[in-house]
């Protein structure tokens, strides 16, 4: 019999977790549990550890939520490196002589004892290092059996030469967001209407291929009748790979399904990050557009014009993603993901000050050195995002880490490359990708594909849209043969100081590079599932958060 760590990575099938028992160290008289015992149980022929006769070891650090009846919540954390380990209470207060809920992570809980499962996963080596587990006692007696939530699915790929940096897996089913844990029958997940279908495994440091390699990623079992998988290499390029119609991939809840992609089957021909379709913006100036709006988040590093920079930016998974709610968490210090951006805010700025990072919102023009108009304040809102001030741009500046992940490939449309853009006759109409409104804009060739529909319209109805709405399996075609999709993300604004979400789902504001000529305005375009504005661009101040979709320039040898 082995022994293993759980952090390292798995080669073997999944059954399910270990069962844990748990005890109190308090006093009878005392109310707070301040340690529970997690146990994993010697396999046997019943026993829910069963991994093909391997030993499945805390690591210390390890954190479970812990819920009691009450609605008291209490986290606490593994100290010991063993099969038994005690988790002392970090903070909290769950009493004892009550039922219990427990969730594994602590940080795949939120307060009301629902799984939230993460748009990223990272992973060192392609291992698994953390798997969500469940455990409920519906007794006062303290002893908890945790059982796993998910499935894994298990990539295995081959292509000498290339490294790969991440893996984007979407789906017809939820991947990420809230899942609500159901005890019934047997565990299951009940997802919700504010998750995504995507979910991204990113590798701290790019994995060689070159023989054959495996990379873990945890998903909700279900049954999956459309499947995208995007693998990203090192040196700015994609593999794209669709399940086959008719096709359905089936992942079951604690167990690992492999997938297996060898040199006869991976193509990284493809530029990361890139669309199909060629746009003129300007006459004999054309563009590809990046795969979906741009997203940031302060965990990581990335390389920028002049040097590094913390956090890490990446085009949305899918063109018709976006963030929503996550942007009222808009910090320095908050680790997830924003897609609603002031204008300029690409982290840098003229005299090298720490100003216009992606989420500064609130003092953007309000004082403190920040106002153009003051003296001492920084020029940059007062250019175009252009020439002298192109850095302030931010696809220009930062390097995308699944378009290419270099500085300077991408750029922001001016406004007059929007309007110039729009008013191309017959290639713009509303609609929905997989549920989501917004505007889809056509490639100067198109060729419809079979069974995708287009009309060049708006809807007559109120918060209705269409008339193009596609399924995923549809659209899927729709953007290989080069259409586009702009999301109706709404804005984020700011009122006494905290920022707030206007017209999510319903209208879409993009930035542009230019400048309105008054101070605290910029160009944006505007579309609703009823008109757009595209003879005249809107200004917004340079405050609100609006979306960003880089483009690309193409020459003519390259199309």
């Not at 490196?81 to 602590?106: C, H, M, Q």
């Not at 059982?147 to 790929?157: M, P, T």
């Not at 873990?216 to 390029?237: C, L, Q, T, W």
């Not at 319209?457 to 953007?479: H, R």
């Amino acid at each position: 019999m082995h022994v293993m760590k759980k952090n390292l990575s798995f080669a073997f099938a999944v059954m399910s977790f270990a069962a844990l028992t748990m005890f109190s160290s308090c006093q009878k008289d005392e109310t707070v549990v301040t340690r529970f015992e997690a146990t994993i149980a010697n396999i046997s022929g019943n026993s829910k550890t069963v991994l093909d006769g391997l030993n499945l070891y805390w690591v210390p650090g390890d954190r479970i939520k812990v819920y009691d009846a009450s609605k008291n919540i209490g986290v606490y954390e593994s100290t010991d490196p063993a099969k038994t380990s005690p988790f002392d209470l970090v903070y909290g207060n769950v009493v004892e002589n009550s039922t219990y809920r427990a969730i594994y992570p602590a940080s795949a809980g939120d307060n009301a004892g629902h799984l939230v499962l993460p748009l990223d996963q990272r992973t060192t080596d392609g291992s698994l290092t953390e798997f969500p587990m469940y455990a409920e006692s519906r007794t006062a007696e303290p002893s908890l059996e945790f059982d796993n939530l998910c499935g894994v699915i298990c990539f295995k790929l081959q292509e000498p030469g290339v490294s790969v940096s991440s893996i984007e897996v979407t789906t017809d089913k939820q991947l990420t967001g809230t899942f609500t844990i159901s005890n019934n029958d047997g565990l299951s997940l009940t997802g919700s209407t504010s998750g995504s279908n995507s979910v991204t495994l990113t590798c701290s440091t790019p994995q060689s291929i070159s023989s054959q390699k495996s990379f873990y990623m945890y998903v909700p079992a279900n049954e999956f009748k459309f499947m995208r998988i995007r693998i990203y290499s090192n040196d700015g390029h994609v593999c794209t790979k669709t399940l086959n119609a008719g096709t359905t991939f089936i992942v079951e809840r604690g167990k690992i399904t492999p997938l297996t992609l060898n040199s006869n089957n991976l193509d990284f021909s493809s530029v990361a990050g890139e669309l199909p379709g060629l746009f003129s913006i300007a006459e004999n100036v054309k563009v590809r557009f990046s795969s979906g709006n741009m997203q940031y988040t302060t965990v990581g590093t990335h390389a920028v014009a002049d040097g590094t920079a913390p956090g890490t930016w990446r085009f949305a998974p899918n063109q018709y993603d976006y963030i929503g709610e996550g942007n009222l968490n808009i910090s320095a210090t908050y680790t997830g993901w924003i897609d609603l951006f002031g204008w300029g805010t690409s982290g840098w700025s003229e005299s090298g000050a720490s100003l216009y990072q992606p989420y500064h919102y609130n003092d953007l023009g309000t004082g403190g050195g920040y106002n153009p108009i003051n003296p001492n304040g920084e020029p940059v809102l007062n250019n175009n995002l252009t020439g002298s001030y192109a850095n302030a741009d931010w696809a220009v500046y930062n390097a995308i880490s699944n378009g290419g992940n270099q500085p300077g490939v991408w750029r922001t449309l001016t406004g007059a490359e929007w309007t110039y853009l729009i008013n191309r006759a017959g290639k713009r109409g509303a609609g929905s990708v997989n549920g989501v409104g917004g505007m889809i804009l056509l490639p100067d060739d198109w060729t419809k594909p079979e069974d995708c529909n287009f009309t060049a319209a708006f809807s007559d109805e109120q918060n209705v849209w269409g008339p193009n709405n596609y399924t995923l399996a549809q659209w899927a075609k729709m953007e290989a043969a080069g259409a586009v999709f702009l999301p109706a993300a709404g804005y984020r604004g700011i009122q006494s100081q905290k920022p707030f979400l206007v017209f999510v789902g319903s209208q879409g504001y993009y930035w542009s590079t230019t400048r309105w000529n008054n101070w605290n305005a910029m160009n944006y375009l505007y579309f609703s599932h009823q008109d757009f504005n595209g003879e005249t661009l809107s200004q917004k101040n340079f405050n609100d958060g609006l979306s960003v979709r880089p483009v690309k320039v193409i020459t003519s040898s390259q199309q």
